[in-house]
């Protein structure tokens, strides 16, 4: 692969995966090794995934899929993490909305921190071991729920064992957001061998039996509470955007993820029915950013086919480079680079996950699953 096409690529990380009000106090909760009956706030958060939400788990690894550098986190306070965002992620807004702390990646969390969560998310990782490769280091999700062993086990010896703190994990929150990378850097990738050997029903077959094993594995580890997100109309980022000459999203690719999110659906489906209190919900990704593109007014916004970083057609041939200067109007804009939202976007999708109707998330919203018993 040429060093031109790997820049690429390492813009092929992610689809689409207002103003959020920030809780002043934000440690409201029971921590995670406290048991006060309370189950009206969850006392942690867990985080899987990959660019989308990664926070700085990339940082210290051999990898091409990082963002630890300006002007990435230009509106972040403290500067750049390694969130593929101009600010804030998804899960951040997620956080604050559920009156935690911004949750630490694995890579950083110390001491009491583990104890309101954690998050292993890394960039260009899928639910396959292989996806991601072209980038070196990643941390696939195999791995991840590997991390979150390692976490509870360390919580564990700090409070008495593992029966302790079963409760707490048990009322608390899982957010997987997994898939991706699976398309755009595995099946659409020339040097992978999984698009001659796989059609799309069958290639989102093997990843959501994959990804059933995988969720399983984190119920087994004592998971009750889990929100799915899906796949967003990745055909329309701007890096695939740049990749045609007429500005029109590419439906092959729209179309190529269908089976994915339809599969992840009967998936929390069946897991609701088969694993004994366990609730799943499925966060309509697609639908989340169709309503904002069909009504960008309405969200201030008014770009919606480039990258506010980036170079080339669509801002999306070559992705934010270190000390490019982004635009300055980033709230009007979709995108932040050539396959990441902007903060202003990624906190109304944290809105509407949090307290929106069954179009967005199903069957309940995040703020209903938290409080359930």
């Not at 960039?123 to 490769?133: M, R, Y």
């Not at 957001?177 to 595995?186: P, V």
């Not at 997100?229 to 045609?244: D, E, K, N, T, W």
């Not at 199903?362 to 699953?369: K, S, V």
Request: aromatic residues 10%.
């Amino acid at each position: 692969m040429s060093s031109a096409l790997l820049v690429l690529v390492l813009q092929l990380l992610h689809g689409v995966s207002g103003q959020l009000v920030v809780v002043e106090d934000p440690v409201s909760a029971p921590p995670l090794v406290e048991q006060d009956g309370s189950d009206t706030i969850v006392p942690a958060l867990f985080v899987f995934g990959d660019s989308l939400i990664d926070n700085g788990n990339n940082n210290n690894i051999p990898s091409f899929a990082k963002a630890n550098y300006f002007p990435y986190g230009i509106d972040f306070n403290g500067g750049p993490t390694g969130r593929f965002s101009n600010g804030l992620t998804m899960v951040d807004g997620i956080a604050q909305l559920l009156g935690l702390p911004l949750i630490p990646a694995y890579s950083e969390a110390t001491g009491d921190q583990v104890l309101r969560g954690v998050n292993y998310a890394s960039a260009a990782a899928g639910i396959l071991p292989d996806t991601g490769g072209n980038f070196m280091g990643r941390i696939p999700f195999d791995q991840q729920i590997h991390n979150f062993e390692t976490t509870l086990d360390q919580v564990a010896s700090k409070s008495g064992g593992a029966v302790t703190i079963a409760d707490s994990v048990a009322r608390s929150l899982f957010f997987i957001g997994m898939g991706s990378n699976d398309y755009l850097n595995n099946y659409l990738m020339p040097n992978f061998p999984t698009r001659s050997q796989y059609n799309a029903q069958q290639f989102g077959d093997l990843l959501v039996q994959q990804y059933t094993n995988q969720l399983t594995r984190l119920y087994n580890l004592g998971a009750r509470k889990f929100i799915v997100s899906g796949l967003g109309r990745m055909g329309c980022i701007p890096s695939i955007l740049a990749q045609g000459t007429d500005g029109k999203c590419s439906e092959e690719v729209n179309q190529l993820l269908l089976p994915f999110n339809t599969n992840v659906k009967t998936m929390i489906t069946n897991l609701n029915q088969n694993l004994p209190n366990a609730k799943f919900i499925y966060l309509d990704t697609a639908n989340m950013v169709q309503d904002i593109t069909t009504n960008p007014a309405v969200y201030g916004i008014t770009t919606l086919d480039k990258g506010c970083c980036g170079i080339g057609r669509n801002r999306g041939q070559i992705t934010c480079l270190p000390f490019e200067t982004p635009c300055p109007n980033r709230d009007e804009y979709l995108f932040w680079d050539a396959f990441h939202p902007t903060e202003k976007v990624n906190l109304i999708m944290a809105k509407k996950a949090f307290a929106g109707d069954s179009t967005v998330a199903f069957p309940i919203n995040i703020q209903e699953l938290a409080s359930l018993n």
